[in-house]
């Protein structure tokens, strides 16, 4: 089973975080219609708080001043949260999928530093959010949809990936973080034994490759090129086995290579390729939901 891993999920969350996520994504000319009324409520109730004599400030005046200071406290709020800090600075997401298990849960609410990758690029090992292509959507995924992976590759690497072991520019990589699982129910995943990695078959090894200008994905199964890679990147018969054999070719400037944690529930840049670095929107920087899992991810 491969996961694309949105961060949007296709079935929202119900209760509290249902409200929490709703609340995280609220579209920002909504935010502004709601505090343009907000101020427009507190402008109405200014002339009768000021013309109120003061011994008769109280009963109706009371109520009225409280209403008057939750709408400055909304409108600061909305102002500073929404159009400040989530665009700019931090945002919440919350996870739907199993990609990036065991480092993120299925109901995990992250916060993400968009500040970060204003003043530098994604770095080796790095948890990032950003816009997929549209290549890597399902038909009933919104465009606006937000991906989540582990950066694995910047311009300049070579990536290659041969029985389950990553190499980066010819070395052998420590992924502590990587794991392949399978389903137990309630949205929960347990880690395969060694056996059951060694012995599974969805398998294959992943290289990146220059053919017809392009840098693309491929991955290559005893039995030839994967054909879910091949539905988004058509090699035609006769030169499947001439594209196999290129070398591996470098991330080219501008671009990533994402991928997920869960390696055998994650189709990610193993599939669908590179990410350019306009894409990318921010670094995974704790969980802060559910309590029982707050802690930090990068």
Known sequence: MLDFGPLIAQTEPGGFFG???????????????????????????????????????MGAYTAARIFNELLDAVIYAGVLVFLVIRPFALQTFYIPSPSMVQTLQ??????????????????????????????????????????IKRCIGVPGDVIE?????????????????????????????????PDQIRDRLDKFDF???EYNGKV?????????????????????????????????????????????????MSADGRFWGLIPRESIIA??????????RIRLTN
């Not at 790095?126 to 009933?140: G, S």
């Not at 670094?283 to 029982?292: C, F, M, N, V």
């Open 106 to 147: 299925i109901n995990d609410f992250i916060l993400a530093n968009k500040m970060i990758y204003r003043l530098r690029a994604p770095e080796h090992g790095e948890i990032v959010v950003f816009k997929p292509p549209k290549i890597a959507l399902n038909p009933d995924q919104p465009e606006q949809t937000d991906f």
């Open 216 to 264: 693309i994905p491929l991955m290559i199964t005893p039995f030839g090129v994967n054909p879910e890679m091949m539905s988004k990147f058509p090699i035609p018969l006769e030169d499947q086995e001439r594209v196999r054999n290129l070398p591996p070719a470098k991330i080219p400037p501008g671009y990533f290579l994402m991928i997920g944690d869960n390696r055998n």
């Open 207 to 209: 290289k990146m490759v």
């Open 283 to 292: 670094r995974s920087e704790a969980i802060w939901l559910p309590l029982t």
């Open 19 to 57: 409200f929490i996520d709703r609340l995280a994504r609220t579209q920002l000319s909504t935010v502004v219609l709601f505090v343009a009324a907000c101020t427009i409520a507190r402008l109405a109730l200014y002339p009768y708080m000021v013309r109120t004599p003061e011994h008769r400030r």
């Open 161 to 193: 990936i041969k029985d389950d072991q990553l190499y980066r520019n010819g070395k052998a990589v420590n992924e502590p973080y990587k794991v392949f699982t399978f389903a137990v129910g309630n949205n929960r995943y347990e880690n395969m034994n």
